[in-house]
């Protein structure tokens, strides 16, 4: 009987093993999984202005404008208050690359507190002439941090081998004289999924990168030019990106009318699904390449 009882106890302690096992296994197999890697582009709140953080898949970081300051109609200082505590806030201590679309003040208004308290490699810039202070001190802090300085060029930027993220920018001078239609226009793709930045471009930009570059420009989600004014993101043009998603960065009951009616009712005839700023807050789109989802500081 002792011999049998032992005989049971071990074949129970050999099963409980070979089922503690079997749960080990799984459980790590599950946790073992690689995380799918995912490309974040966050719109920042910055009112009446533009900022956007792109997080690549490898974790290299671009920002592209930093919005405004407290001058002229503007009350608000984005880069201290919006811009500067989310990168400190997400612990980002590098920015591989800060992109300064045009030199107006609600698009680089923010960047000179980053550019001080942030590590910045690589400055890319409009070329197009300013003469205001806020510009030209901008540009000191660049000279004087000895961060690598450019003027945009027509093409590709390496830094990340999983995304692909191009300049659609013209290199004949075409509207140096003229800063919105001047804007860095970036388009970024990441598998099946792709955003066009378009700064403040208006329709005769668009006009122009519909003939360079055609069908090419069409991408899942447009950052909807000069904060939806009303010279600006024209039928054709939308006929060309064919976005499913537009996002508008403005500030609520701004001075200067954004979005326009018309830009809203030309979107709408393509429905194209719209998310703004002055009424959602930070809008961030988070995508693996094939599915993609958005989160809204406000619902």
Same mark, same amino acid.
């Given at each position: 009987?002792?011999?049998?009882?032992?005989?049971?106890?071990?074949?129970?302690?050999?099963?409980?093993?070979?089922?503690?096992?079997?749960?080990?296994?799984?459980?790590?197999?599950?946790?073992?999984?690689?995380?799918?890697?995912?490309?974040?582009?966050?719109?920042?709140?910055?009112?009446?202005?533009?900022?956007?953080?792109?997080?690549?898949?490898?974790?290299?970081?671009?920002?592209?404008?930093?919005?405004?300051?407290?001058?002229?109609?503007?009350?608000?200082?984005?880069?201290?208050?919006?811009?500067?505590?989310? +990168? !400190?806030?997400? #612990?980002? /201590? &590098?920015?591989?690359?800060? $992109? =300064?679309?045009?030199?107006? @003040?609600?698009?680089?208004?923010?960047?000179?507190?980053?550019?001080?308290?942030?590590?910045?490699?690589?400055?890319?810039?409009?070329?197009?002439?300013?003469?205001?202070?806020?510009?030209?001190?901008? +540009? !000191?802090?660049? #000279?004087? /941090? &000895?961060?690598?300085?450019? $003027? =945009?060029?027509?093409?590709? @930027?390496?830094?990340?081998?999983?995304?692909?993220?191009?300049?659609?920018?013209?290199?004949?001078?075409?509207?140096?004289?003229?800063?919105?239609?001047?804007?860095?226009?970036?388009?970024?793709?990441?598998?099946?999924?792709?955003?066009?930045?378009?700064?403040?471009?208006?329709?005769?930009?668009?006009?122009?990168?519909?003939?360079?570059?055609?069908?090419?420009?069409?991408?899942?989600?447009?950052?909807?030019?000069?904060?939806?004014?009303?010279?600006?993101?024209?039928?054709?043009?939308?006929?060309?990106?064919?976005?499913?998603?537009?996002?508008?960065?403005?500030?609520?009951?701004?001075?200067?009318?954004?979005?326009?009616?018309?830009?809203?009712?030309?979107?709408?005839?393509?429905?194209?699904?719209?998310?703004?700023?002055?009424?959602?807050?930070?809008?961030?789109?988070?995508?693996?390449?094939?599915?993609?989802?958005?989160?809204?500081?406000?619902?």
């Amino acid at each position: 009987m002792h011999k049998k009882n032992l005989l049971i106890g071990n074949l129970l302690i050999i099963l409980l093993l070979a089922l503690s096992f079997f749960v080990w296994q799984r459980v790590y197999s599950v946790y073992s999984i690689p995380k799918e890697k995912e490309l974040t582009v966050t719109f920042l709140d910055v009112r009446q202005g533009d900022s956007i953080l792109v997080t690549t898949p490898e974790e290299k970081n671009i920002l592209i404008d930093g919005g405004t300051i407290p001058k002229e109609w503007s009350t608000f200082d984005a880069g201290k208050y919006v811009v500067l505590p989310y +990168l !400190k806030k997400h #612990e980002i /201590k &590098k920015l591989d690359i800060v $992109i =300064a679309t045009h030199p107006d @003040l609600d698009h680089i208004g923010g960047l000179s507190v980053i550019l001080r308290n942030i590590e910045v490699l690589q400055f890319i810039d409009s070329g197009t002439i300013s003469t205001t202070q806020t510009y030209e001190e901008l +540009l !000191k802090i660049v #000279e004087k /941090k &000895k961060i690598k300085y450019k $003027i =945009a060029e027509k093409g590709l @930027l390496e830094l990340d081998p999983s995304i692909k993220l191009e300049i659609l920018f013209p290199t004949d001078n075409k509207f140096i004289n003229d800063s919105n239609n001047n804007s860095i226009v970036v388009r970024l793709e990441y598998k099946n999924v792709s955003f066009l930045f378009t700064g403040d471009i208006g329709t005769e930009a668009e006009k122009f990168y519909m003939q360079e570059y055609g069908p090419k420009i069409s991408s899942t989600v447009l950052k909807v030019a000069h904060h939806g004014g009303k010279n600006t993101t024209s039928a054709d043009f939308l006929n060309y990106v064919q976005p499913e998603i537009a996002i508008i960065s403005c500030g609520r009951n701004n001075p200067f009318g954004h979005p326009s009616k018309e830009t809203i009712e030309r979107l709408g005839k393509t429905g194209t699904e719209i998310y703004r700023t002055d009424q959602k807050g930070t809008i961030t789109i988070k995508t693996n390449g094939e599915k993609y989802k958005i989160i809204t500081a406000k619902k």
